[in-house]
């Protein structure tokens, strides 16, 4: 009974969107900041922003969703797309615009969020760093913030793989994203966990908003910006203990650039 009851379930659920991504549509709901859903069906990522989740809460996350809805909910957007116009959750990877106001630019000058790009990167990112910039420099929004001080940030943390993370290493990663304007080198700088045990970066480049993937384990680093970047901490064994740790980024000097937290109460799937 309990499979036939699963079985009907499945099949009287909204079947996913299918057919070409759309190039114009109503939006009818805004999750947050960066992320919305289209009369068509489709949940759209906003290309090139990254805003403060709302789950866990972050400071300025809800400022950022309800700048988006003031521009774009209930309205007919532009949506364009690069080469890749879906990401592994399904969503449309979309630059969207309304009465000629690009999305992303309309948050970046407000400092509800910074520039995130994911590769290849095909468009002109100039105005969008300049947006930034321009935020960063009269500390608005998220630039109040001390996390966002430093010119890396740390954007999402897994210290809890999916299994047996004696046989999931890699499974632990975090991604660190580039604020500033300029090219970065991680090179610069180490990490340690909550013990104080310390990793050494490779030389790697993140050109402005661009992540880099960091895994625990062994492998072999991607260090092509046409691509994802991705480094290995080159560790036999997991790093990050699954009931509580902390990931802590340092300069050459020694200096605190952004930490986060993990433990079985904040974490996030």
Known sequence: MLILGLLVAALAADPAPSGPPPATATVVNVYDGDTLTLSTGDRVRVRNVNTPELKPAEAYGIDARDATRSLVDGKVVTLS???????????????????????????????????????????????????????????????????????IHITSFHANADGDDRSN?????????????????????????????????????????????????????????????????????????NQEDRLTIYDRFGKVVDSRAHSVQSSTP
């Open 81 to 151: 797309y690069g080469s890749t116009t879906r990401d592994g959750y399904g969503r449309l990877l979309a630059s969207v615009s309304v009465d000629g106001q690009d999305l992303a630019l309309f948050l970046l000058e407000r400092g509800f969020g910074h520039l995130y790009v994911i590769p290849p990167i095909e468009q002109d990112l100039a105005p969008f760093i300049a947006a930034q910039e321009k935020a960063r420099q009269a500390k608005r929004g998220i630039w109040s913030n001390a996390a966002y001080q430093g010119v």
């Open 169 to 241: 290493i890699n499974g632990e990663y975090f991604r660190l994203c580039n604020m500033s304007a300029q090219p970065v080198d991680l090179a610069a700088f180490k990490l340690t966990d909550i013990s104080g045990n310390t990793w050494e970066f490779p030389s790697v480049v993140l050109p402005p908003g661009n992540t880099v993937k960091v895994h625990s384990g062994r492998g072999t680093n991607q260090l092509d910006d046409s691509q994802q970047l991705a480094i290995f901490l080159q560790n036999s064994g997991p790093i990050w203990n």
